[in-house]
T-cell receptor, first 114, second 112 residues
């Protein structure tokens, strides 16, 4: 079955430190890949998406992600964490079209320490 | 331009009751998807509506049903509520050429 794995349900970084959130997908078929962010009591906001163009994708708020087919990974990074980045982050995939059903990982809660 | 709007924001029901949740898609979008997000979990796909028909369905029982209206708005109905149906229900809208699903803020359903 197609699935998404996010390693680390909780990640804590210091303000100004590198943020790295990991995502791996299980499929030999290239998917569409997404990162969403969810702030408390809110819906999901799209950070960035990969749809078979450039493998390094830049998103909003300084985040970027690199699609590595050989590793079936799509890790999210940000060079310098800000307090406002504290939120839950979800990696998601879809197959056969970017507006097909999204399969989400279980999420990574990012804490940013002052 | 209003984004995806969902109503109500919060809802409390008892076991066995029925509930209807509503979603208005972003302007220009013709496809609506529904997701269930249990506490501490990622969203799970329930179903997707396009041109007033269910186009895809996830692994949810028939107690979960939906409808899409000619103006593309949508309803999610859940019958015979169980305690396990307590969750945040998210609606997402998209258009064929956008490659993006936009999410509403959700309806939090509590079943007592």
């Amino acid at each position: 079955a197609q699935s998404v794995t996010q390693l680390g349900s909780h990640v804590s970084v210091s303000e100004g430190a590198l943020v790295l959130l990991r995502c791996n997908y299980s499929s030999s078929v290239p998917p569409y890949l997404f990162w969403y962010v969810q702030y408390p009591n809110q819906g999901l906001q799209l950070l960035l998406k990969y749809t078979s163009a450039a493998t390094l994708v830049k998103g909003i708020n300084g985040f970027e992600a690199e699609f590595k087919k050989s590793e079936t990974s799509f890790h999210l990074t940000k060079p310098s964490a800000h307090m406002s980045d504290a939120a839950e982050y979800f990696c998601a995939v879809s197959y056969g079209g970017a507006t097909n059903k999204l399969i989400f990982g279980t999420g990574t809660l990012l804490a940013v320490q002052p | 331009d209003a984004g995806v709007t969902q109503s109500p924001t919060h809802l409390i029901k008892t076991r066995g009751q029925q509930v209807t949740l509503r979603c208005s898609p972003k302007s220009g979008h013709d496809t609506v998807s529904w997701y269930q997000q249990a506490l501490g979990q990622g969203p799970q796909f329930i179903f997707q509506y396009y041109e007033e028909e269910e186009r895809q369905r996830g692994n949810f029982p028939d107690r979960f049903s939906g409808h899409q209206f000619p103006n593309y708005s949508s309803e999610l109905n859940v019958n015979a509520l169980l305690l396990g149906d307590s969750a945040l229900y998210l609606c997402a809208s998209s258009a064929t050429l956008t490659n993006i699903q936009y999410f509403g803020a959700g309806t939090r359903l509590s079943v007592l």
